[in-house]
């Protein structure tokens, strides 16, 4: 069976640019790290269009060009992550439409999980501070697979978590490493135009593209909810 055709079971979310509109506060604090590394030539479009959905000790090493201590990976990545919360956390807020579609999923016994590149802290600045942890069956972080975005590592695991085959899994991203990393795992694939074009999530491999989940294309949802009560 395809993924085209298998029954739609589960859905899988990226948390950053897509069930939070929060990537600009991330891109920007990444710029003002590299500035303060000297590293003039990273600028926000690049870092979103090269490194969204990586993990931050692959990010790390290819921003400098050389390889990095534990000790000084992790200050540079907690410098950079508690910069984008200070930043973040006043307009905290889940993207439009998604609380609703959460809860329609819900109702509709659809199993819903997390799979993201963000560390424990910006996990739990969003998923608790917006209260919607216990609608997931699951969160997966970076740090439970070997490879982050565009390998498939962190879909994969989302499915195995919630005992569900990856084609039955529906996957929302707003990145083209998270593109990419979903398709790899056979998943349908939405592109929430957040961050990147719908056009080039198109061409990375989304099924379908919507800017918000108030406005997900027609045959999705009837996919989704037509044989369910």
């Known amino acids: 069976m395809t993924s ?14 897509t069930l939070v509109d929060n990537m600009d506060f991330h891109n920007r604090a990444w710029v003002t790290l590299a500035r303060k590394l000297g590293l003039d030539g990273l600028t926000a479009e690049r870092f979103q269009n090269e490194f969204a959905g990586k993990k931050n000790e692959e990010i790390l090493p290819q921003l400098l060009g050389r390889t990095l201590s534990v000790a000084e990976l992790d200050a540079l990545a907690e410098e950079k992550e508690s910069h984008y919360r200070a930043i973040y ?16 999923l ?93 056009e080039a999530l198109k061409h990375a491999g989304a099924h379908f593209t919507a800017p918000d989940f108030d406005t997900l294309p027609p045959e999705l949802l009837a996919r989704l909810f037509k044989s369910r009560v």
């Open 89 to 104: 956390r006043p307009y905290l807020a889940l993207h439009r439409g998604a609380e609703g579609f959460l809860h329609r």
């Open 106 to 198: 819900r109702d509709a016994r659809l199993l819903l999980a997390v799979a993201t590149a963000a560390p424990h802290d910006n996990r739990e600045l969003v998923l608790d501070g917006l209260a919607v942890r216990p609608l997931f069956a699951c969160v997966v972080g970076a740090e439970q697979v070997e490879r982050g975005k565009p390998a498939p590592d962190i879909f994969l695991a989302a499915a195995k978590a919630l005992q569900v085959p990856p084609e039955s899994c529906l996957a929302f991203e707003d990145a083209i490493n998270g593109v990419l990393s979903a398709r790899a795992a056979g998943m349908v694939t939405v592109g929430i135009t957040t961050t990147t074009t719908a």
């Open 4 to 17: 085209a055709a298998a029954p739609l079971l589960a859905a899988v979310f990226d948390m950053d640019g």
